[in-house]
């Protein structure tokens, strides 16, 4: 049970009916507004789920409470808000699966730990095969979970229709469904919710959250960055992290660290809401990509592939619409009788192997946590906890070691995809 | 029983056929209507009040507009199989037939258990799921099945879909949205100037507010002449009219999409590219936030006028108008005439003109006034007011809400258009209203009737000219019309009077959301209006808050202070309004989903039996199974009949590039890894192409076949992006090079013959190349002919036999099949298909894209590191010499073989120390194809396994949990057939 919030801003059922029964009481503001101080330990650029994450680790896990996040527009905004919301840890690579499996862990308690109901949803999470070769690659997926002590099932044809009775198996599909590699730890959770429970959480612990307020400049003193500068001015930074998401190549370019990453425009949409029918995640592997899943709301809300071009503008083609669409009538012919309500669009920032930049940068004090690609909603506490150890320690964490910067130097790749130096196909 | 009288349809008024009534069932009792009607007149003719229940306190809810802001009366259409739910009933066109039924209610619309939401609805607020079901965490699970049940709106539809969809592309010079007295002004004029148009509107009849206005154009009344005005549009060809359908969606470069409607259920998707955009899109009424402004019998005074004027049906006997501007007054003459009695005009505002007055007759007027309360479950049966002198209770059934007027700029907006908000219209405005494109008529403010025909008809002459037709005439319209033209919607009810009642004040009616969860949302920090949408979620609703955007930060601004401009806006997303699945998908259903690619072996495979396999792109022949045997047993067959005597298999859908030009050999040096400035003319080479980071892009031949001019094959896999990755070097980084090339895929047909017999066959088809181990030695491209027909024929092998590949002219494929069957028996030949040559390439140990060309191994990792060049440069060389590259630790490729001599490999296999005994353990690589060998006996498996060159010979586990399965294996290389190619070279 946490206990950073005091009795009257604790959340609790006792405290919705005392609310309630009173007239004049109400609920504290969740988090404090604005820069109290002029001079930070830790200043956190990007106020979403990773950086919001990432203070509050850093001040729960290491005592660093004075800690500054500032946000260029309101936090939990970026990829945040828009990302599908699929949480899961069923990844091939030692690396990268270790990594998401510490993730999922902490989802698990994350709506206790932060006394803001994160709506963890472990509905499972279904990943389709279309060739007796896709199986066979994701048996040895499953198989390389279970090594890591992760729960995973490869399912057949039959097996899979009664996981998802709703799936349509008969061979009049295109790209025809072999079977699946199923995680039923996998699922949602509510996005919204992780960055307003981060930074509730944060904000009792003493970090402080300017909204509003772009980063647009930093000042080196050495090899080290000793000031922040933004709108609405400077402030003095022991050390300085990076979790801008799409726009983490311009900060970092700001600081004068180039990032290898490329910034992609992908689009997700939700139909209008109706009674459950969906209670899992399913997602649909033949290029162009989809993957949906049942919202508590009762949307579906449906994820597709990258643009195959680069752009900061968060809107792309028709045709990625028409494409998921398509995959997901194939899937599950009964979405056809149903109407698409609202459709938007984010910026990922995908690297040349597809996988995260967390971590030291060749500047002293500057550290980095991007790169997420289709990955960073499910990867949030995580990165949070393991970003705070490193700059906590000055030592990279153990999980987070290998997505150094340094990797792209060594070629010691992280390709989950095997897409190669080309970010839109990952 | 059938109810033929329909107590709330006028007599005279109207464009419904009073000729052709329609039967339809609603909540399964049978009404009549007529055609013309949507299924909200013919309901409200009806008299039927009740029509759903709202989404979260399962509220009593009525008809509240005449549009697709419509976010109360969401129906179910349909029955079984045919169901649609979250129809509006408002957008339904009515036909014979239709069934419909409320949703979001148990047992019944008329009493539905949900309602007892409403009685915690002080503890379930704004977001307050964030702040319980956290204890115990295992519980969340059962919480959330309850919370899903409760949320939904319809249910959900079951089994295929069977309704008509279709896509249209089409392009246009000007694209007019919005069939209003603007946009009918603009389609006009543009007509006339031969440009191409194309117009559309939302609704089933064009003609927008001129459908119910009283007024006259041209002496005609104003219905007349937008009827007169469509059917001359009609007559232009170059003029397409739209009604029914909604533009939905603008991306970049004006890619606007609509969807069209045919009844409720076909529709098909426009897709345009018009040059110009004139938007006159309109406006929508907004409401007036006030305590228990939900019940039915609450409506909107413009669908009020609407219904009684457009479809002759009358919302009730006694109505009472509440109004922030001028425009409320305007309907007290069509209610009165409809036989309505307008009990009260309530004003909120202090003042207004006499004359605006005097529109209401005798009917009371309260300026200043407020509404504090209104009664009635089912129905709305009275209102409780304050005025300044004191309070008072109106009886009515009826009542009419204006307050004011939002423009409908989601499009203008999506199309990155900049929105101001303005004080006097309590709404948004572009900033620039001739860019992205030219707004005009109410979407831009404009009311006034005569205004909006000429700025509309501007409108038109601007984009038309501006696209260098020539200027039209200018055009005169006469109009009269008493109505309103005050655009002053500012007036609100202060939240001082709305949030201390004991009442809710809806602002969002679809997710009911209130005044109160706004202010509790502002005092718990969620101040930006994207969190306050987020967290109360107004504006979320399947109306994506048409009618409650504007009031939601209206009230947010009352409440804080800050004024509306400051706190801008919520993105405008596409689409206008919800848009069908089905019509997106189109005709992508089924198998038409994406083309399906047959090798021109397709018909002969066909008819030899074979079992063809889908797999990307391509239906390939899998095998052939003679009578009686099973998929195993025949590809058993089909090894060993190839191993034995001699095999034919497909492998036309291998991608063939023909590269030509004085720079070829330079070109291919570099995007190969392997030297091939050596290769002579005739001669083959298999090759690797590296991606820029240095690991293994794909495999295949070079084969050239002239001084200049080569042939290069790549694997079927990764045709598409060898493709794309040569064309971009040639086009975008090497255009210097003298260098073309073509696919040439589909246009041979490509079989290969292999097997100790294939030499005899293939040299009893041709005369003219002589096929002796001296004369066409392996890894050498013959040509020539067999029957006259041209051929190319190269040495090469994947299952390690003898072999020949026999490339023809598409055209002559069946030809030459038929030629092979022909001479077959004599050489015992068959057909094999992709698995048998699958199981021969791993018993052989060749690679594959997708198993060992994983997209994270080199050359060297998989065998092939002495191919690597070190004397040239070419695409990956720089990359490759990272340190990584060259350590200990990576996954090397292998041969496995069971200890035991006997066991079966689990496929899918993680390889480790030590057996599995369910408890974590290092992987030390995984196996990439497992087979059952015909050849060799027993279970062979290919593997990547960390620094595994160094391993062979030593013992590991292939284990595989998810199967409870571990084999001790032995590691070995991974050529388990012939590993000398004594055989291939033979």
Redesign the interface.
């Known amino acids: 049970m946490s206990s950073i919030f005091d009795r009257d801003k604790r ?3 006792a ?3 005392t609310k ?1 029964a009173s007239r004049s009481a ?6 404090r ?1 604005g820069a109290s101080r002029k001079s930070y330990d830790v200043v956190i650029v990007g106020g979403g789920g990773h950086g919001l994450a990432t203070a509050y680790y850093l001040a729960k896990n290491h005592g660093v409470k004075n800690v500054l996040v500032i946000e260029k ?3 939990g ?1 970026g990829n945040t ?1 828009r990302n599908t919301t699929i949480i899961r840890s069923d990844y091939f690579l ?1 690396a990268s699966g270790r990594f998401k499996e510490f993730s999922l862990k902490l989802w698990e ?1 994350l ?2 730990e932060l ?3 994160q ?4 509905r499972g999470y279904v990943d389709l095969a ?2 007796d ?1 896709d ?10 979970m ?4 992760v729960e ?3 399912l057949d044809r039959e097996q899979l229709q009664k996981r998802v009775p709703q799936i349509n198996l008969e061979n ?5 469904i072999t079977g699946a590699l199923v995680q039923e730890r996998g699922g949602t959770a ?1 996005h ?2 992780v960055a ?2 981060y930074a509730r959480a944060a904000s009792a612990l003493g970090v402080d959250i300017l ?2 307020s772009e980063v647009i400049g930093f000042q080196h003193n050495g090899n080290r960055i000793d000031t922040v500068i933004t709108v609405d001015g400077e402030f003095q930074a022991g050390a300085v992290a990076i979790s801008a998401a799409g726009h983490s190549s311009e900060v970092a370019r700001l600081a004068g660290v180039e990032l290898p990453l490329e910034s992609i425009a992908i689009q997700a949409f939700v ?7 969906l209670d899992t995640v399913v997602s649909f592997n ?1 290029f162009p990509f989809c993957y949906l899943s ?1 919202t ?3 949307e579906i809300v449906i994820g597709g592939t990258t643009e195959a071009y680069n752009s900061y ?1 968060a ?1 792309g ?2 045709s990625r ?3 998921a ?6 899937m599950f ?12 669009g984010g910026i990922i920032d995908t690297p ?2 597809g996988n995260a930049i967390m971590g030291k940068t060749p500047i002293d004090n500057l550290f980095v946590n991007a790169g997420w690609s289709y990955t960073g909603f499910k990867a949030t506490p995580a990165s949070g906890w393991t970003l705070a150890d490193t700059i906590a320690n000055d030592k990279p964490h153990p999980l987070l070691a290998p997505f150094s910067l340094e ?1 792209y ?5 992280l ?1 989950d ?5 080309h970010p839109y196909a990952h | 029983m059938a109810r033929d009288r329909q107590p709330n349809r006028l007599n005279n008024l109207g464009t419904i056929d009073r000729t052709k009534p329609l039967r339809f069932t609603f909540n399964n009792r049978s009404y009549t209507g007529y055609q013309g009607d949507t299924l909200a007149s013919a309901l409200i003719a009806n008299g039927v009040d009740l029509i759903g229940r709202s989404f979260k306190y399962h509220r009593p809810r009525g008809i509240f507009s005449a549009g697709s802001e419509e976010p109360n009366a969401l129906v179910t259409v349909g029955q079984s199989i045919d169901a649609r739910p979250n129809l509006r009933a408002t957008e339904i066109v009515l036909e014979n037939g239709l069934v419909a039924r409320s949703q979001n209610c148990w047992p019944s619309v008329d009493w539905d258990l949900g309602a007892v939401t409403g009685l915690v609805s002080r503890i379930i607020g704004a977001g307050f799921y964030y702040k319980t079901f956290m204890w115990p965490a295992k519980a969340w699970k059962t919480y959330e099945y309850f919370i899903r049940h409760a949320a939904g709106l319809g249910s959900p539809p079951e089994g295929h879909d069977d309704a008509i969809y279709d896509h249209r592309n089409a392009h246009c010079d000007i694209l007019v949205i919005g069939g209003g007295p603007a946009g009918l002004a603009a389609a006009s004029c543009a007509a006339l100037t031969g440009a191409r148009v194309i117009l559309c509107d939302e609704k089933m009849h064009m003609g927008g507010s001129l459908s119910w206005l009283r007024a006259d154009i041209g002496g005609k009344p104003a219905a007349d002449w937008a009827r007169a005005t469509i059917g001359e549009l009609a007559n232009h060809a170059n003029v397409t009219t739209l009604s029914d359908t909604t533009a939905f969606a603008i991306g970049d470069d004006n890619h606007v999409v609509l969807e069209q409607r045919f009844g409720w259920k076909n529709r098909r998707l426009w897709k345009i590219r018009p040059k110009r955009i004139v938007l006159a899109g309109g406006a929508i009424e907004r409401p007036i936030l006030f305590p228990g402004n939900d019940r039915p019998g609450i409506m909107l005074v413009t669908a009020v006028r609407r219904y009684i004027r457009e479809f002759g049906v009358v919302p009730g006997r006694q109505a009472t108008i509440v109004t922030n501007n001028d425009s409320g007054y305007d309907a007290v003459k069509d209610l009165q005439d409809a036989g309505m009695i307008v009990a009260t005009v309530i004003d909120i505002r202090d003042r207004c003109e006499g004359s605006v007055r005097a529109k209401a007759g005798n009917c009371p007027i309260y300026m200043g006034a407020s509404i504090t309360a209104t009664r009635g479950r089912k129905r709305l049966s009275g209102i409780n007011i304050e005025t300044p002198d004191g309070s008072n209770h109106i009886a009515c059934d009826t009542l009419c809400v204006a307050g004011g007027w939002t423009p409908s700029l989601q499009l203008y907006s999506q199309r990155q258009g900049k929105l101001r908000f303005n004080d006097t219209l309590g709404a948004h405005l572009p900033v620039d209203h001739a860019e992205p494109m030219i707004v005009v008529g109410a979407a831009i403010g404009t009311f006034d009737l005569g205004l909006c025909l000429s700025d509309g008809w501007r409108a038109g002459a601007d984009a038309a000219t501006d696209l260098g037709f020539t200027k039209p005439v200018q055009h005169k319209f006469s109009v009269t019309c008493e109505q309103s033209v005050d655009a002053d919607g500012s007036a609100i009810m202060p939240v001082s009077k709305i949030l201390p009642s004991k009442q809710k004040a809806f602002v969002d009616l679809q997710n009911d959301v209130t005044c109160a969860d706004l202010s509790q949302a502002l005092g718990e920090g969620y101040q930006s209006i994207e969190h306050v949408k987020r967290y109360t979620t107004t504006g979320m609703g399947t109306d994506q808050g048409k009618t409650s955007n504007v009031n939601a930060i209206r009230t947010v601004a009352a409440i804080t202070g800050i004024s509306p401009s400051e706190i801008g806006h919520t993105t405008f997303r596409p689409p206008y309004a919800p848009v069908s699945m089905g019509a997106i998908a189109g005709e992508a259903r089924g198998k038409l989903v994406a083309p399906t690619r047959r090798t021109p072996f397709h018909s002969r495979c066909t008819d030899a039996g074979v079992v063809f396999l889908e797999s990307g792109d391509w239906l390939y022949p899998r095998y052939y199974p003679q009578p009686g045997e099973s998929m195993a047993e025949a590809i058993d067959r089909e090894v060993r009949n190839t191993r034995r005597n001699v095999g034919m298999v497909d492998m036309s859908s291998l991608g063939k590039i023909d590269v030509q030009g004085a720079d070829a050999i330079a070109f291919l040096e570099r995007v190969y890894c392997n030297n091939l400035a050596s290769l002579k003319v005739g001669r083959v080479r298999y090759s690797l192409m590296l991606r820029e980071d240095g690991i293994l892009f794909d495999d295949g031949t070079v084969t050239r076949l002239g001084e200049n001019h080569y042939l290069i094959t790549t694997t079927t896999a990764r045709a598409g992006e060898a493709w794309l990755h040569l064309e971009r070097y040639r086009q975008a980084y090497w255009s210097d090079l003298n260098v073309s090339l073509t696919s040439v895929t589909d246009d041979w047909a490509s079989i290969a013959i292999a097997g100790p017999k294939a030499r005899d066959l293939v040299q009893s088809l041709t005369d003219d190349i002589d096929c002796s181990a001296n004369a066409f030695p392996p890894s050498s491209m013959m040509e020539g002919t067999i029957d006259d027909m041209p051929v190319r024929i190269f040495r090469v092998s994947f299952s390690g036999e003898l072999g020949f590949e026999i490339n023809i002219s598409a055209d002559y494929a069946s030809s030459l099949w038929d030629r092979l069957v022909g001479h077959g028996p004599t050489f015992d030949l068959m057909p094999y298909g992709l698995e048998a040559l699958d199981i021969m390439r791993i018993e052989k140990g060749h690679i594959s894209v997708g198993t060992e060309i994983d997209g994270r191994t080199t050359a060297a990792d998989v065998g092939l590191g002495r191919m690597v060049s070190t004397k040239k440069e070419f695409i990956g060389k720089a990359l490759l010499q990272r340190s990584a590259f060259n350590e200990p630790g990576r996954r090397q490729l292998v041969g496995l073989k069971a200890a035991d001599g006997k066991s079966a490999i689990p496929y899918g296999a993680q390889i480790t120390d030590s057996v599995w005994k369910g408890t974590p353990q290092e992987t030390q690589g995984h196996s990439t194809a497992t087979i059952a060998s015909p050849t060799l006996g027993e279970s062979i498996a290919m593997a990547l396994v960390i620094d595994g060159h160094s391993r062979i010979g030593a013992k590991a586990w292939a284990v595989s949990p998810v199967a409870s399965r571990s084999v001790e294996v032995e590691i070995t290389t991974p050529h388990f057939y012939d590993p000398d190619g004594t055989r291939l070279k033979s």
């Open positions: 959340y609790s059922l405290g919705l009916l309630a109400s609920w504290a503001p969740a988090w507004k527009g309101w936090i905004g808000a030692e308690g709506s206790q006394n803001f109901n709506m963890v949803s472990q279309h060739s070769g199986l066979e690659m994701y048996t040895a997926r499953a198989n390389a279970r090594l890591r002590g995973a099932n490869v009049d599909m295109r790209y025809p509510r919204d919710a307003w429970g909204e509003q139909t209008e809401p109706l009674k459950p029918v033949m049942q508590d709301k009762g503008a809107r083609s028709f619409i028409e494409e669409t398509a995959r997901c009538i194939a012919p009964f979405l056809s009788k149903l109407r698409l309500m609202r459709q938007w040349i192997d990797r130097k060594t070629g010691a790749l390709d995809a095997g897409a190669g130096p």
